[in-house]
């Protein structure tokens, strides 16, 4: 999926990246962090990554490694806050990164331009 975007923009055959990417990553240690990297390099800035299954082990390490590789800015609250579900409310557990409900919800990954 991912190196497929990037071949096609290489080959012009799109004309632009995506700058918005939903990643349903493998769960396991490491090869999330694999899926993670190349769909950050394919995302286009300004943009976003996120991904579901935050539960899994394999699959909160990587992401938590993936942000802190990464060094972003912390997010102004703000920012955090659009990620709001009625129900729960964002946190940055790591900066730069955005998780909505730790039990088994949504992380969140913004790429700056």
């Known amino acids: 999926g991912v190196r497929l975007l990037r071949k096609l923009y290489e080959q012009r055959r799109i004309q632009a990246l995506p700058q918005v990417i939903y990643l349903d990553s493998a769960h396991e240690p490491n090869e999330t962090l694999l899926e993670v990297r190349e769909a950050w390099s394919t995302l286009q800035a300004p943009g976003i990554l996120f991904g579901d299954d935050w539960s899994w082990p ?7 490694a993936f942000a802190a590789e990464l060094g972003l800015e912390s997010l102004p609250v703000d920012i955090i806050s659009r990620f709001d579900w009625p129900s729960k409310a964002a946190e940055q557990l790591v900066s730069g990164l955005a998780v909505v409900d730790q039990d088994d919800g949504i992380w969140y990954l913004l790429k700056q331009a």
């Open 58 to 64: 394999g699959v909160r390490q990587d992401v938590v």
